[in-house]
């Protein structure tokens, strides 16, 4: 009997789905115009000047890297491997459609970690049983496993320079509802103005050739983005970066400050902003987790963010 693999993770097409049941969610986004004649879009209905329109739940950016995290099964050793082809740890759930089916000593729906751009063996399939039908599916989140209260509440650098209008903050109705994107902060800016690392850390994953933007539901997920690892456990997420403006490379090590891209307009977007977000991996999941900036500022919309 022939084993099935399967890469295409059940997570991605579960959250795929509950993207496409939740796009009918009312949402109001607003605008304004500032003192210097731009035009912002935010969330809260006390600085619109119109009566906003309707938004459903939004994908800031795509990396699913369903290519990069590969499950295949040697014949000869009788090992189940994942290849993980990502800068980034992942954290991997195996699952099979029958474990009777099988003679193994795999862990099933357990959580592995396996690092960067490494091969690891998952366990051992011995026998499969032929009238039986059989397959292998898994499920895998980019970011070191961590507890939310091992993480080190250390405050994070502004990761810009100047003074800009924050556009939506945590739990914003537009696009940060989700739990990728819950507590993010969207800062509206010109294009090209530098962005700068919030903390030391590795630069694990990034794409950077989007070059479009706008709210034609085409554009949902296709914005660029870097995402910085930190040594415990949290990750920076920066996004909607301007196409190939990355001064830095996958791998690479990074101090606070250090100049990483220019900001943009790509992707799902409403106009030129910056989107950040501290985010840690629960063990299933990538989520985005409260955060301050140096000296204790909290985020808020419509608030003035820098210096």
Same mark, same amino acid.
């Given at each position: 009997?022939?084993?099935?693999?399967?890469?295409?993770?059940?997570?991605?097409?579960?959250?795929?789905?509950?993207?496409?049941?939740?796009?009918?969610?009312?949402?109001?986004?607003?605008?304004?115009?500032?003192?210097?004649?731009?035009?912002?879009?935010?969330?809260?209905?006390?600085?619109?000047?119109?009566?906003?329109?309707? =938004?459903?739940?939004?994908?800031?950016?795509?990396?699913?890297?369903?290519?990069?995290? @590969?499950?295949?099964? !040697?014949? =000869?050793?009788?090992?189940?491997?994942?290849?993980?082809?990502?800068?980034? *740890?992942?954290?991997?759930? @195996?699952?099979?459609?029958?474990?009777?089916?099988?003679?193994?000593?795999?862990? /099933?729906?357990?959580?592995?970690?396996?690092?960067?751009?490494?091969? =690891?063996?998952?366990?051992?399939?011995?026998?499969?049983?032929?009238?039986?039908? /059989?397959?292998?599916?898994?499920?895998?989140?980019?970011?070191?496993?961590?507890?939310?209260?091992?993480?080190?509440?250390?405050?994070?650098?502004?990761?810009?320079?100047?003074?800009?209008?924050?556009?939506?903050? %945590?739990?914003?109705? /537009?696009?940060?509802?989700? *739990?990728?994107?819950?507590?993010?902060?969207?800062?509206?800016?010109?294009?090209?103005?530098?962005?700068?690392?919030?903390?030391?850390?590795?630069?694990? !994953?990034?794409?950077?050739?989007?070059? #479009?933007?706008?709210?034609? *539901?085409?554009? %949902?997920?296709?914005?660029?983005?870097?995402?910085?690892?930190?040594?415990?456990?949290?990750?920076?997420?920066?996004?909607?970066?301007?196409?190939?403006?990355?001064?830095?490379?996958?791998?690479?090590?990074?101090?606070?400050?250090? @100049?990483?891209?220019?900001?943009?307009?790509?992707?799902?977007?409403?106009?030129? %902003?910056?989107?950040?977000?501290?985010?840690?991996?629960?063990?299933?999941?990538?989520?985005?987790? *409260?955060?301050?900036?140096?000296?204790?500022?909290?985020? #808020?919309?419509?608030?003035?963010?820098?210096?």
């Amino acid at each position: 009997m022939k084993m099935i693999l399967s890469n295409r993770s059940a997570g991605v097409v579960l959250a795929c789905f509950l993207a496409f049941m939740t796009a009918t969610s009312e949402a109001k986004i607003y605008f304004f115009i500032d003192d210097k004649g731009v035009t912002h879009y935010t969330d809260s209905a006390e600085e619109g000047l119109d009566g906003g329109y309707d =938004v459903g739940e939004i994908e800031e950016f795509d990396e699913s890297h369903e290519d990069d995290v @590969l499950l295949t099964y !040697d014949a =000869v050793t009788q090992e189940v491997l994942i290849e993980n082809r990502l800068y980034s *740890p992942i954290s991997v759930i @195996l699952k099979a459609s029958d474990e009777s089916a099988i003679d193994t000593d795999i862990v /099933f729906n357990k959580i592995f970690t396996v690092q960067g751009n490494s091969i =690891v063996s998952l366990g051992h399939i011995y026998e499969i049983d032929e009238t039986k039908q /059989f397959s292998l599916t898994r499920e895998f989140s980019i970011g070191t496993p961590t507890k939310a209260e091992q993480l080190n509440n250390d405050e994070f650098l502004i990761p810009f320079k100047g003074r800009y209008r924050v556009t939506q903050a %945590h739990g914003g109705k /537009f696009s940060h509802k989700g *739990p990728k994107n819950r507590y993010a902060v969207d800062v509206s800016m010109p294009v090209g103005t530098p962005v700068y690392a919030a903390k030391d850390g590795k630069v694990v !994953d990034m794409k950077m050739y989007f070059t #479009k933007a706008g709210l034609d *539901p085409a554009a %949902h997920g296709k914005a660029n983005y870097i995402r910085i690892s930190h040594s415990d456990g949290t990750m920076t997420i920066y996004v909607h970066l301007k196409a190939n403006s990355q001064v830095v490379k996958l791998g690479q090590y990074v101090k606070a400050g250090e @100049l990483i891209a220019q900001s943009g307009n790509t992707g799902y977007t409403t106009g030129p %902003h910056l989107h950040f977000a501290v985010q840690h991996n629960n063990g299933v999941a990538t989520v985005s987790i *409260p955060f301050k900036f140096k000296g204790g500022i909290v985020p #808020k919309a419509g608030s003035m963010l820098g210096n």
